[in-house]
């Protein structure tokens, strides 16, 4: 009976979800929606919906393995590389779900991603952003092996350093490769593979929405990570390839 019956909706779903991106680019109240889109009670009852049915994932994993096969990988990666953001908390964001990152100075939550190696989003774990790095390693990676069963190998970097590594091995099955700083070097370093999850990290940030944590749900944080990196997937979906010269 799921999808039948009942009030047809009033909008269809592009102009929906036109302006959930429009929330998530400006980084706006839900109240303060332009009049050329929806009403905004409809839109945040669409956000709902879509996150506590985890419409938007669905939506977002088609979308990534639609990217993959155009750039002529396999529709699921067997790969991943993690890491995490700290990010300041509104005054919307309660009191238990915020920390103080003390290595970062920020005073707010930490976003924990894992991306494959085209820097697409496999998941996100959205935690109190006094959580160490490596506390967290293991919730993120069971998410992982959950939702892409086809990953045996990740990437990290010092901060997943330790017994962790072991306790992958042991119950995840996944081969946990630490990433360090080349000894002595100053300054700016890129790093093979770290740089690809730190990219997908500045990719989330450049939206307004995601700048700072408004949330008072950290899953409507990790539901707002997701939607972010709709524009991404779809801007390489409809990318014109070059004309080739002779």
């Known amino acids: 009976m799921d999808g039948r019956g009942g009030r047809p909706e009033g909008y269809c779903h592009r102009v929906m979800i036109d302006a959930m991106l429009y929330v998530v680019d400006n980084g706006i109240k839900w109240r303060a929606m332009p009049v050329d889109f929806p009403v905004w009670d409809a839109v945040y009852r669409f956000f709902r919906r879509w996150r506590d049915q985890h419409l938007l994932t669905v939506l977002h994993d088609r979308l990534r393995r639609a990217v993959r096969v155009q750039a002529g990988r396999e529709a699921e990666p067997s790969a991943a590389v993690i890491d995490s953001q700290s990010v300041k908390a509104a005054e919307t ?8 990152d003390a290595a970062k100075k920020v005073n707010g939550t930490k976003r924990h991603i894992a991306v494959d190696t085209l820097g697409l989003l496999l998941t996100v774990l959205v935690t109190s952003a006094s959580v160490p790095d490596r506390d967290e390693g293991l919730p993120l990676l069971a998410r992982l092996a959950q939702m892409c069963p086809t990953v045996s190998k990740v990437w990290a970097d010092g901060g997943y350093a330790g017994a962790l590594v072991a306790i992958v091995a042991a119950t995840l099955h996944l081969v946990l490769e630490i990433v360090k700083r080349p000894a002595g070097a100053r300054g700016l370093v890129v790093l ?8 997908t990290l500045a990719w989330i940030t450049r939206r307004r929405q ?10 409507s944080h990790e539901v707002m990570v997701r939607w972010a990196m709709l524009p991404v997937m779809t801007g390489r979906l409809t990318r014109t390839p070059p004309t080739p010269t002779r």
């Open 192 to 199: 093979p593979r770290r740089w690809v999850v730190e990219r």
């Open 210 to 219: 995601l700048a700072r944590d408004y949330e008072r749900r950290p899953e």
């Open 93 to 100: 964001v309660a009191a238990p779900d915020r920390g103080f």
